[in-house]
């Protein structure tokens, strides 16, 4: 895909309807992109087909609130028969940034866990097979308290509904490790897995990895040996058949750094070597990949799903726009997303959600 297409797809020039080129991938993994709700639903399935995925994720309401709405969108019917047209899934919701389930606070505690509740319980009005949630912060009480605190919060949350939603899967994903975080390193997610497995949620959980996210806590997945380690030591401590999600991304930050600021694939301290390699590996043909790169709104989706099909096919990388976004998805890691939280809970009752 030119630079040229990339702006006709963005919005920019000729509005005519351009032919769908899927991208494609080895085993036929899908390829997927985190895409804003603010265009409506049905739009948002029509952009992701148009701009050449094949799986999307979404947040389901404001990913900064607690308040849920209270009836589903009314166009939710409309964009889970699109999705079908389209071929579009497997559908993630990612939850809000507030949720923490492996915090102390109490109160902060119980409001993670309706919400979580909520999402689960709603994800198919969206079409959606996995709640994509991170490990969330520990707050200073421990891993091992903070993991304890999650599970207890999965087990609430699932069997809360249960009912409603038997083959929603949720996703957890790991975490760069700044602030207090749980599950930046594989050997808590393997942790995390045996204790929910303890509790009787084998089968209702799955795993998520970010590639910002690795990098930003000190795994080297700039290389191909790098990435072979890194799913190497996931498949015998978890286990890369319980690999449903891979967040596809390119990090700004330093390796070990701890922070986790996206950049647009090829464009970061990862580069194409690592990332192809991830998205390529031979043992992946099972797991979905999703972007979370800058400047969705901004005509980038186009560019960076063009660049996942590039990397696939050993093709030079698909230029980018002429406007630069600011980095996403960094401002609310899960400890800064539970400090963000705190002040506002004497303020907002806990939500019953519908």
Not at 108 to 130: P, Y
Request: charged share 25%; hydrophobic share 40%; glycine share 12%.
């Amino acid at each position: 895909m030119t630079a040229d297409r990339a702006r006709v797809d963005a919005g920019e020039g000729d509005r005519s309807p351009v032919p769908p080129e899927r991208v494609r991938l080895p085993g036929g993994r899908r390829a997927g992109v985190h895409l804003p709700m603010g265009m409506g639903l049905v739009r948002v399935a029509e952009r992701a087909n148009q701009i050449g995925a094949s799986a999307l994720q979404i947040f389901s309401d404001n990913p900064t609130a607690w308040k849920r709405r209270a009836e589903v969108p009314p166009e939710a019917e409309d964009f889970r028969r699109r999705l079908i047209e389209l071929d579009i899934g497997p559908v993630a919701i990612h939850a809000p940034y507030l949720v923490n389930l492996a915090g102390p606070m109490d109160e902060l505690f119980a409001k993670s866990v309706e919400l979580m509740r909520h999402e689960i319980e709603h994800a198919s009005d969206f079409g959606a097979a996995f709640v994509n949630v991170h490990t969330g912060s520990h707050r200073g009480s421990g891993v091992d308290t903070g993991i304890k605190r999650l599970v207890d919060g999965l087990v609430q949350a699932i069997d809360g509904s249960a009912e409603a939603s038997p083959t929603v899967q949720v996703i957890l994903e790991n975490s760069s490790g700044g602030g207090f975080a749980v599950g930046s390193r594989i050997e808590e997610l393997a942790l995390i897995l045996e204790r929910a497995e303890g509790r009787g949620l084998d089968g209702r959980l799955g795993f998520c990895l970010d590639s910002a996210h690795l990098w930003g806590a000190g795994y080297d997945v700039s290389s191909p040996a790098g990435v072979d380690d890194v799913l190497a030591s996931f498949d015998r401590l978890v286990g890369l058949e319980r690999l449903a999600m891979v967040h596809l991304n390119d990090s700004v930050s330093a390796m070990g750094s701890r922070h986790d600021r996206h950049a647009h694939l090829g464009d970061g301290q990862i580069g194409r070597a690592g990332l192809a390699h991830l998205l390529c590996h031979r043992r992946l043909d099972h797991v979905a990949f999703y972007l979370e790169t800058p400047g969705m709104e901004d005509g980038w989706d186009a560019v960076n799903v063009a660049r996942m099909g590039d990397m696939a096919a050993g093709r030079p990388l698909t230029p980018g726009l002429a406007t630069e976004p600011a980095p996403i998805f960094a401002a609310r890691t899960a400890p800064e997303a539970a400090a963000a939280a705190e002040p506002q809970l004497a303020a907002l009752p806990v939500e019953n959600p519908a």
